[in-house]
């Protein structure tokens, strides 16, 4: 039997084939709705713009379906981005694209993340406040000048230990309501501190986080309790009250690109049960690029 190949579907689909497939998503068919979302999804950005306009019509089913398909373009584009960030194993020294990347993997379980250039410019006003400060000052007084920035004035807290809320694992929201999780207040310090002429690493214990400041006598800092300074004695009887023996293991410092690991796993975490499916399985996709680098 003499079979007619089925045409090509067009790369380059005109404005009109466009406004089709929108106005199918508004179809109360089931088959012919995802065939017109996939087809969309398909196209991307050719197609975003005319999404745009269809996220404003007056037919409330197509405004939603438009809506939930330029949600998943954006967040299909933040893993793209987040793929192509030099996050590699021993990375220490790029506070940009470590901000940057907190911020793409943010972007992928809620809209509105600011810039990372605007948020940067935040924490670099304390840091450059900072950097004055810390001339001719020891490292514990510059860890505790550090504390005093970011908890007294700056007013970065510890939030319920019990309940891993959404807002206190999003970098973003995290200096906006200015309560967060170890992990995300470590990176803020992180950030801070480096941008502030110190050298600093991320260390991570069994359900928290500390950072590191390196010097001829390394002080650690624990962000979660108002950035007090702790020992490794501190830390030694932390973990073998939770059933941890290799204390050297859990003490090393790590690299960048582990401290997004720990930071994603947190978000995971915590957007369980409110991320979109494209959230998640994003968020799935750069564990596996972050692990796999």
Same mark, same amino acid.
């Given at each position: 039997?003499?079979?007619?190949?089925? =045409?090509? $579907? =067009?790369?380059?689909?005109?404005?009109?084939?466009?406004?089709?497939?929108?106005?199918?998503?508004?179809?109360?068919?089931?088959?012919?709705?995802?065939?017109?979302?996939?087809?969309?999804?398909?196209?991307?950005?050719?197609? %975003?713009?005319?999404?745009?306009?269809? %996220?404003? &019509? $007056?037919? /409330?089913?197509?405004?939603?379906? &438009?809506? *939930?398909?330029?949600?998943?373009?954006? *967040?299909?584009?933040?893993?793209?981005?987040?793929?192509?960030?030099?996050?590699?194993?021993?990375?220490?020294?790029?506070? =940009?694209?470590?901000? $940057?990347?907190?911020?793409?993997?943010?972007?992928?379980?809620? @809209?509105?993340?600011?810039?990372?250039?605007?948020?940067?410019?935040?924490?670099?006003?304390?840091?450059?406040?900072?950097?004055?400060?810390?001339?001719?000052?020891?490292?514990?007084? &510059?860890?505790?000048?550090?504390?005093?920035?970011?908890?007294?004035?700056?007013?970065?807290?510890?939030?319920?230990?019990?309940?891993?809320?959404?807002?206190?694992?999003?970098?973003?929201?995290?200096?906006?309501?200015?309560?967060? *999780?170890?992990?995300?207040?470590?990176?803020?310090?992180?950030?801070?501190?480096?941008? /502030?002429?110190?050298?600093?690493?991320? *260390?991570?214990?069994?359900?928290?986080?500390?950072?590191?400041?390196?010097?001829?006598? =390394?002080?650690?800092?624990?962000?979660?309790?108002?950035?007090?300074?702790?020992?490794?004695?501190? &830390? %030694?009887?932390?973990?073998?009250?939770?059933?941890?023996?290799?204390?050297?293991?859990?003490?090393?410092?790590?690299?960048?690109? $582990?401290?997004?690991?720990?930071?994603?796993?947190?978000?995971?975490?915590? /957007?369980?049960?409110?991320?979109? /499916?494209?959230?998640?399985?994003?968020?799935?996709?750069?564990?596996?690029?972050?692990? @796999?680098?």
């Amino acid at each position: 039997m003499n079979h007619e190949p089925a =045409p090509l $579907e =067009p790369s380059s689909p005109s404005p009109a084939q466009i406004a089709a497939a929108i106005a199918l998503l508004g179809d109360d068919r089931g088959t012919v709705r995802d065939a017109a979302h996939h087809r969309l999804l398909r196209w991307g950005e050719i197609a %975003a713009p005319q999404l745009r306009e269809g %996220a404003q &019509c $007056e037919h /409330a089913r197509t405004r939603a379906r &438009c809506r *939930v398909l330029l949600r998943a373009l954006e *967040v299909r584009d933040s893993l793209r981005r987040f793929g192509r960030l030099r996050i590699g194993p021993g990375s220490r020294s790029s506070s =940009p694209v470590l901000l $940057e990347g907190a911020l793409l993997l943010s972007n992928m379980v809620r @809209t509105f993340v600011p810039p990372a250039a605007e948020l940067g410019r935040v924490l670099r006003l304390e840091a450059n406040r900072l950097r004055r400060d810390f001339v001719g000052r020891s490292l514990p007084m &510059c860890a505790r000048m550090l504390a005093e920035r970011l908890h007294d004035e700056f007013g970065l807290q510890g939030g319920n230990a019990s309940v891993l809320e959404l807002d206190h694992v999003l970098v973003d929201r995290v200096l906006h309501g200015r309560i967060g *999780v170890p992990v995300s207040l470590s990176l803020i310090y992180l950030l801070v501190a480096r941008w /502030a002429g110190l050298s600093v690493a991320g *260390v991570a214990l069994p359900d928290h986080f500390l950072v590191r400041l390196h010097g001829v006598r =390394p002080v650690l800092v624990d962000p979660f309790h108002g950035g007090r300074t702790v020992t490794k004695a501190d &830390c %030694a009887r932390y973990l073998r009250a939770n059933g941890h023996e290799q204390i050297r293991d859990h003490l090393r410092d790590l690299d960048d690109r $582990e401290v997004l690991i720990h930071y994603l796993r947190s978000l995971r975490r915590a /957007a369980k049960y409110r991320g979109a /499916a494209e959230g998640q399985q994003s968020l799935g996709r750069a564990l596996e690029l972050l692990e @796999t680098s």
